[in-house]
Every structure is written in structure tokens, then in C-alpha cells.
């Protein structure tokens, strides 16, 4: 049989990769730079028996997407940075009632409607800290049309299996990035489901021991009785004071990503072994980064480039020891500065953390980044 390939914009292979995951729901509201996303779903989930509908706005297209999570369906939402600020009271629910899901947040610059047809990575630290409250906070951020494909199939894998919402943070660059794609052959990517319970429904808790990361999971309506709320609830999914089960379910949520940290570490490592300068860089900011350590090493400077995929998690240990080789480390991103803090926050010696930033809607150029290069070597 021949490879499947295609010329596909990110936006759109992020569709597939959800059809390619067994994404059977979509609600959601369209919005730029994120709406080829809910144009393809529309197009596509009919032909494989999924369900697609759009809302009146971002809130109400969240809260479709967990409601059908929580009956059972693979469900995702897309959007960009204001739709994403209006999700964010909805996105906790989804992590308190421990709901799977994926949300795709297509990213422009902001705040308020900022630039909606331009590209940056505006929303990084909103994707960790932006609802309220300790929760847990998994995030993926690819770098290519291809990755866009993949890291959507990696990102219902994760929520499957974390019983969680997962965030995939394109931005604009990417999203609206057109390359080649081989679509991989059914079976060749992992696709993973979560259990549903093989015990009678009076034994089964919801939120029982052992139900947290890879455990069975009930969908609604299929005769096991439990309780979804935002509140604080004991293992069955009902309201709770009692301060032995607050403090139970809080380090639940928090053991979801803390007691599982090296399977979600997910970091590209480019020309490490010998660098003395290294960038740090994700996303479409990685592109460029990317061949600014080729012309680098072509001028016999030692660079290296580190891209966290995974992004959240934020992988410290894997910085951390990057740090501890180098001279300086410069930080590639489309904002004013936003994971720079986490790279400072685990540098442990005196190695130097630089700041390589643009925020006007435009790419990072090689060039740019070579001066930097060239300063700091």
C-alpha cells in the first residue's frame, strides 16, 4: 500500500491526528488563527461517526467538550487566545472532576484581541497557571505540520490516560504552516484508551484508589452511579468538608503529573554533548533556532539546541543538566518572556540565561538569533 501523504497546514493536521486518535466529538467556536481546526473537524468527524457542533461561544464550546468527555467520547475544542482567557473557570472543572479531553489553543499575540491573524506564544504561562487554584498541568508544543499531526494523537493519549485536560499549544506560525505529511498506517502510532471498569457497578468508585493515571473510567449512562462537581468531593464524586478527604483529592490532582514526571518529559536535543552555547526554543521559534545552530556550527561555533516538546510539565531536570555544561543559555520565544523564569528558576550556577525575544507578530530570523549567538559564545 502506498504512504498516505499529504500537503497539510498545521491546523489541519491536527484534525487528523484527532480522527487518526478516535476523536468522536468537537464543540467549539470558531476563531482566528484556530478555526481551520473546527472547519476540518466539522468536514471529517461525520464520515467516521463522530458528532461535530458549534456553540454560541468558547465557554459553552468547553463545557460541550467535557460533558462529552465525561460520557465517554474522545472530545476536543479549539481555540486562541481570548476564547482560551473565557475557557480557563471551565478548564479547572475539567481537572477537579478529572474529565479527558484535549484543547487546542492556537496562539496569537495579546492581551485583549491583540493580533489575531499574527503569530507568538502568548499563552505558555496561562497554559500552567491560568484557572485558579493547585491543579495539575499538561502541555504539549510542536514544531512542525508533522509534530502537529502527532503530538494531537500524543495529546488524547495523555488525557486518556491522566484523566485530565490536555493543552496543545500551537501557535499561529505553525498552525498556519503548510509542509509535507505522511499520515502514519492505523496501528503504526500508539492510540490509547482508557479501561472501563470490569467490576459490578455498586463496587466501582469514580474517583477510587487506582483510578487516578491509567485506571478504568466510567462513562455516564452506562449503569455506574457516581457524581461529577467542581467542588472538593470525597472518592465517589460527592461534596466534601472533611479535611482528610480536601487534602486527599488536592494531592491526587497534584500526584497526576509529580509522581509520573519521567514519562512526561519529551525533549528534542540538538548538538548537546559539546555545546557551549545553547538554545532553548519551542514551537515556530524552534524552526529558526534550529538552523541558526547549523550556521553556528558551520562557523565553528559550538551551539546546541533544547526543545521541550512536552512543555508543561516544565522538564527541569533536562534544562537543569543542559545548564550545567554550557556558558550561556538563550531563550527563544515569541512574547515578552514567559518560560525564560522557568529556565532561570533551575539554573543552579552561574551559567548565563539571555533572553532572545520578538513580540510584533513576526517571526524570529536566523540572522537574529546568530547575533545573539555571536554575543554570547
Request: aromatic share 6%; glycine share 12%; charged share 20%.
Amino acid at each position: 500500500m502506498s504512504a498516505d501523504i499529504r500537503l497539510l497546514q498545521g491546523n489541519e493536521a491536527c484534525a487528523e491526528g484527532a480522527i487518526y486518535a478516535g476523536c468522536d466529538f468537537f464543540g467549539g467556536y470558531p476563531i482566528t488563527p484556530s478555526t481551520e481546526v473546527a472547519e476540518e473537524m466539522a468536514r471529517l468527524l461525520p464520515r467516521h461517526g463522530g458528532k461535530f457542533i458549534q456553540m454560541e461561544d468558547e465557554i459553552a464550546g468547553i463545557a460541550t467538550m467535557l460533558g462529552a468527555g465525561a460520557a465517554g467520547a474522545k472530545a476536543m475544542t479549539a481555540t486562541s487566545g481570548p476564547g482560551f482567557s473565557l475557557m480557563m473557570e471551565l478548564l479547572g472543572y475539567g481537572c477537579m472532576a478529572e474529565i479527558p479531553a484535549v484543547i487546542v489553543n492556537v496562539q496569537r499575540a495579546g492581551p485583549s484581541t491583540g493580533l489575531p491573524t499574527k503569530g507568538a506564544q502568548a499563552d505558555m504561562m496561562q497554559a500552567r497557571w491560568g484557572t485558579h487554584g493547585d491543579h495539575p498541568a499538561i502541555a504539549l508544543c510542536p514544531s512542525s505540520v508533522a509534530e502537529s499531526f502527532s503530538l494531537t494523537v500524543k495529546s488524547f493519549n495523555l488525557a486518556e490516560r491522566f484523566r485530565m485536560p490536555v493543552q496543545l499549544m500551537l501557535d499561529e506560525f505553525i498552525g498556519h504552516l503548510r509542509e509535507k505529511v505522511t499520515i502514519p498506517a492505523p496501528g503504526e502510532l500508539e492510540v490509547y484508551t482508557h479501561p472501563r471498569p470490569s467490576v459490578a457497578p455498586g463496587e466501582y468508585r469514580h474517583f477510587g484508589d487506582g483510578t487516578s493515571v491509567g485506571g478504568a473510567y466510567a462513562a455516564m449512562g452506562t449503569g455506574y452511579r457516581f457524581n461529577i462537581t467542581g467542588l472538593t468531593h470525597d472518592p465517589m464524586g460527592f461534596p466534601t468538608g472533611r479535611t482528610d478527604e480536601i487534602r486527599w483529592k488536592m494531592d491526587r490532582l497534584r500526584a497526576k503529573t509529580d509522581d509520573h514526571l519521567p514519562e512526561l518529559v519529551d525533549v528534542e536535543r540538538e548538538f548537546l554533548d559539546d555545546a557551549e552555547v545553547v538554545l532553548f526554543a519551542y514551537g515556530g521559534g524552534a524552526r529558526t533556532a534550529q538552523e541558526a545552530v547549523r550556521l553556528a556550527r558551520a562557523r565553528g561555533i559550538k551551539a546546541g539546541l533544547l526543545r521541550p516538546r512536552i512543555v508543561w510539565p516544565f522538564p527541569d531536570q533536562t534544562v537543569a543538566d543542559a545548564l550545567a555544561k554550557a556558558k550561556a543559555m538563550l531563550v527563544v520565544e515569541l512574547n515578552q518572556g514567559q518560560l525564560i523564569g522557568e529556565v532561570r528558576r533551575v539554573n543552579q550556577g552561574g551559567t548565563k540565561v539571555v533572553p532572545v525575544l520578538r513580540y510584533d507578530g513576526e517571526i524570529i530570523t536566523p540572522d537574529e538569533l546568530m547575533t545573539a549567538v555571536e554575543a554570547n559564545r
